[in-house]
């Protein structure tokens, strides 16, 4: 039994699928990133990749046929000689100087092109509906965002033009190489295919060595974050030692990864001279055998240029295989990516919408039916009207319903089935930015966004000046305490950090939304993490942020929502009731029931 719970605790799914097979048309669609720079950056690039590629491929004939050609028909003095060494010189710096621009331009190119597909990728996801994110992490949706798009990096800046910059100069080396001389290019290629399936194989193993390092590291740092995230947990309950046995075991795994894939990247290096050493062997027997038998017609030129384009050869052979890696990888991130980009959002503007004039703020639910799954009904038959101006409290047990209806209102979600209107007007028909300009929420659990108290408020309507902010602040009582920091108004702030206590942080989100100014006002919990003393001191304050507006206030503190102009009580996706606090106080139904048992278990 203990085992088996050790096993259960610190379960760490981990989403990715590191690599996937090629797929012509999901590259063809990545490539398709390249387009924007493809009459600008991308042929310059290509152009000097193939200029930077020709010299180096001329270098070995310049030297072995031209030059040692000239000695050994003895037509060149030494001072012919020491012209030649320096135009050599002076190739070798081209190439270099082209080499130079070549990788710049495409660093460039591949970050331009991480920079569009991150961007395109952000704000996709910044459009989609509540029902993408219920089914996922915030972590996992960070993975793609982040490590996905580092790993396409890797093949837009070195990958691709590596590729085509490899397959020119081997195809250049082998075309010169059966030019000079036929039979020493046969003779010499016949292990090619032997080093490249060796390469493959010892590529692939370093491939998954990696592959593992990966996902170790993955595991330590989600274990390292929820270890983090949860220390306050971790500490009262006494559940250091677990956590640190379990941290040694997969601290340990990663160290053994490491070690298991520098070893096997170790043995790359000396195969790849390995194999330039053979061919060179094979140069010098079967060359000289050449040379020395009448009628080849191979000179010790063509054998000395032989010798440069040997030693040239084998880089890009082991590159090759490691391109190939990256496109796997390649494929498997792209697939994570455009699964991201493919999904629609299920809420959106129709083309005809209509934009939000003059809004009154009643708010109507015809028939309204909804699932969050399809599966269990979490609103049943709803008909309510929400009354412009009025205050409305929804009540009723956990679960029966009262955020799906708020999250129905500024359509995070669309009813399943009936319609819900906002001054008789499917909020279908209505832009969905401009119903939510008129739609605010102000929840329980208040979101620090990092910055300034000021900037925190701001967010409710970013063109309110500094005036606008401080007013909102007072009229809602938090200029109190936020005038009692030492910076005021200018004090830093972040989510989870502990500047402010949970009833500040709602009072920083009711001064935002009186700064929004909604027609419609949603207040969830809002009240409930503060206490009764200071909730009274607030009361003034809400009564200002509720004027003139039409408020949706969840309490499961009852006492908060008395004086509410309608009281909606709910119970398992059903409205079992509504009136004024007295006219259900009389009707002694659930609403009843419910009162008295809070009142009860406040005397207790
Ligand atoms: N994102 C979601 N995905 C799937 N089911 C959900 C989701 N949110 C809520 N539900 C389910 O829908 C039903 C109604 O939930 P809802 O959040 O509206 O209740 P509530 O009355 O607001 O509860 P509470 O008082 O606890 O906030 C519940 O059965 C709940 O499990």
């Given amino acids: 039994m203990e085992e088996v719970r050790k096993k259960t605790r610190f379960h760490y799914p981990v989403e990715q699928i590191i690599e996937k097979p090629f797929n012509w048309k999901q590259m063809v669609r990545l490539f398709n990133f390249l387009k924007p720079y493809a009459k600008t950056l991308l042929p310059k690039t290509i152009l000097m990749m193939l200029f930077a590629t020709a010299v180096r491929l001329a270098i070995p004939i310049f030297i072995g046929v031209f030059a040692v050609g000239q000695l050994e028909q003895g037509v060149a003095t030494t001072q012919d000689m020491l012209i030649y060494a320096t135009i050599v010189l002076g190739l070798y710096a081209v190439s270099y100087i082209a080499n130079y621009f070549r990788i710049r331009w495409m660093n460039q190119l591949g970050q331009f092109v991480i920079f569009d597909i991150r961007k395109k990728l952000f704000d996709h996801i910044q459009h989609l509906s509540h029902r993408f994110f219920d089914k996922r992490s915030a972590g996992s949706i960070l993975v793609r965002v982040i490590n996905d798009v580092n790993s396409l990096q890797d093949l837009f800046t070195n990958g691709v033009i590596n590729l085509l910059m490899d397959i020119?100069?081997?195809?250049?080396?082998?075309?010169?190489?059966?030019?000079?001389?036929?039979?020493?290019?046969?003779?010499?290629?016949?292990?090619?295919?032997?080093?490249?399936?060796?390469?493959?194989?010892?590529?692939?193993?370093?491939?998954?060595?990696?592959?593992?390092?990966?996902?170790?590291?993955?595991?330590?740092?989600?274990?390292?974050?929820?270890?983090?995230?949860?220390?306050?947990?971790?500490?009262?309950?006494?559940?250091?030692?677990?956590?640190?046995?379990?941290?040694?075991?997969?601290?340990?795994?990663?160290?053994?990864?490491?070690?298991?894939?520098?070893?096997?990247?170790?043995?790359?290096?000396?195969?790849?001279?390995?194999?330039?050493?053979?061919?060179?062997?094979?140069?010098?027997?079967?060359?000289?055998?050449?040379?020395?038998?009448?009628?080849?017609?191979?000179?010790?030129?063509?054998?000395?240029?032989?010798?440069?384009?040997?030693?040239?050869?084998?880089?890009?052979?082991?590159?090759?295989?490691?391109?190939?890696?990256?496109?796997?990888?390649?494929?498997?991130?792209?697939?994570?990516?455009?699964?991201?980009?493919?999904?629609?959002?299920?809420?959106?503007?129709?083309?005809?919408?209509?934009?939000l004039t003059d809004v009154k703020g009643k708010m109507v639910f015809k028939d309204v039916e909804f699932s969050y799954d399809d599966k269990r009904m979490a609103l049943k038959g709803i008909n309510l009207t929400f009354e412009a101006g009025t205050t409305i409290a929804l009540v009723g047990h956990t679960g029966s319903g009262k955020s799906t209806i708020v999250n129905l209102m500024s359509r995070f979600y669309d009813p399943t089935k009936g319609e819900v209107l906002?001054?008789?007007?499917?909020?279908?028909?209505?832009?969905?930015?401009?119903?939510?300009?008129?739609?605010?929420?102000?929840?329980?659990?208040?979101?620090?966004?990092?910055?300034?108290?000021?900037?925190?408020?701001?967010?409710?309507?970013?063109?309110?000046?500094?005036?606008?902010?401080?007013?909102?602040?007072?009229?809602?009582?938090?200029?109190?305490?936020?005038?009692?920091?030492?910076?005021?108004?200018?004090?830093?702030?972040?989510?989870?950090?502990?500047?402010?206590?949970?009833?500040?942080?709602?009072?920083?989100?009711?001064?935002?939304?009186?700064?929004?100014?909604?027609?419609?006002?949603?207040?969830?919990?809002?009240?409930?993490?503060?206490?009764?003393?200071?909730e009274l001191k607030i009361q003034e304050g809400?009564?200002?942020?509720?004027?003139?507006?039409?408020?949706?206030?969840?309490?499961?503190?009852?006492?908060?929502?008395?004086?509410s102009d309608n009281i909606i009580v709910l119970e398992q996706g059903n409205v079992m009731e509504q009136g004024t606090h007295i006219e259900l106080m009389t009707e002694k139904g659930l609403y009843y029931h419910l009162v008295k048992s809070q009142y009860a278990a406040i005397k207790e």
């Fill in 168 to 355: 020119v100069m081997l195809l250049g080396i082998v075309a010169i190489l059966f030019y000079l001389s036929p039979e020493l290019a046969v003779v010499i290629l016949i292990i090619l295919p032997i080093m490249f399936f060796i390469s493959t194989k010892l590529r692939r193993k370093i491939r998954r060595a990696w592959q593992t390092v990966r996902l170790r590291q993955s595991r330590l740092n989600s274990h390292l974050n929820e270890s983090i995230q949860g220390i306050r947990v971790t500490q009262a309950y006494a559940q250091e030692h677990e956590n640190m046995d379990f941290f040694d075991d997969v601290n340990t795994q990663n160290y053994e990864s490491w070690r298991e894939a520098t070893k096997q990247n170790a043995m790359f290096r000396p195969f790849v001279e390995m194999a330039s050493a053979i061919g060179g062997a094979i140069l010098i027997w079967y060359g000289a055998f050449l040379i020395q038998s009448d009628g080849s017609g191979l000179t010790l030129g063509v054998f000395v240029s032989f010798a440069f384009y040997i030693g040239m050869f084998w880089e890009p052979i082991s590159r090759l295989g490691q391109v190939y890696n990256q496109l796997l990888v390649g494929m498997a991130s792209s697939e994570r990516i455009f699964e991201f980009l493919d999904e629609e959002p299920n809420v959106k503007s129709k083309k005809d919408a209509k934009p």
């Fill in 542 to 563: 809400l009564k200002t942020l509720l004027a003139g507006r039409t408020a949706i206030m969840i309490a499961h503190r009852l006492s908060t929502i008395r004086d």
């Fill in 422 to 534: 906002l001054d008789d007007v499917n909020l279908k028909d209505i832009k969905v930015d401009d119903l939510r300009s008129h739609v605010s929420y102000v929840l329980q659990d208040t979101f620090i966004f990092a910055g300034t108290i000021m900037e925190n408020i701001r967010f409710g309507n970013p063109h309110a000046s500094d005036e606008d902010v401080i007013h909102a602040a007072k009229a809602i009582g938090a200029d109190t305490f936020i005038s009692k920091l030492e910076k005021g108004y200018a004090t830093e702030v972040e989510e989870q950090g502990s500047v402010l206590s949970v009833g500040e942080r709602q009072l920083l989100s009711f001064a935002r939304a009186l700064l929004a100014d909604p027609k419609i006002l949603i207040l969830d919990e809002a009240t409930a993490s503060i206490d009764t003393e200071t």
